[in-house]
Nanobody, 121 residues
Framework: QVQLVESGGGLVQAGGSLTLSCEAS????????LGWFRQSLGKEREFVAAIAWSADYADSVTGRFTISRDNDKNTVYLQMNNLKPEDTAVYYC?????????????????WGQGTQVTVSS
């Protein structure tokens, strides 16, 4: 069993930065793929970034967002720079097995509660 708790969301102006954190329980953290997804009003939950042995990003955030992990702290981070109003969403942390279709929601069996990110224009 893995429990995920996100933090770091908030309100920021366009062009600003935020860093999200997600702390996981359990001793299997280093053997997990960690992902970030987001969901805005009226839209499907979409892939943002994932990290296992390497990082993977959605085209919409490439060059602006950076995902990283600290296996000693059981924590995954999402550094978000040059934020845009269209980045406004609830951001969810997710955990799943290594390998596989890490851009797909169904890959992940564990989800956090989400943290709101609002970018004003």
């Amino acid at each position: 069993q893995v429990q995920l708790v996100e933090s770091g969301g908030g309100l920021v102006q366009a062009g600003g930065s935020l860093t999200l954190s997600c702390e996981a329980s359990g001793r299997t953290f280093r053997w997990l793929t960690l992902g970030w997804f987001r969901q805005s009003l009226g839209k499907e939950r979409e892939f943002v970034a994932a990290i296992a042995w390497s990082a993977d990003y959605a085209d919409s955030v490439t060059g602006r967002f950076t995902i990283s992990r600290d296996n000693d702290k059981n924590t995954v981070y999402l550094q978000m720079n040059n934020l845009k109003p269209e980045d406004t969403a609830v951001y969810y942390c997710a955990a799943g097995p290594l390998g596989g279709q890490t851009q797909q929601k169904l890959h992940y069996g564990y989800w956090g509660q989400g943290t709101q990110v609002t970018v004003s224009s």
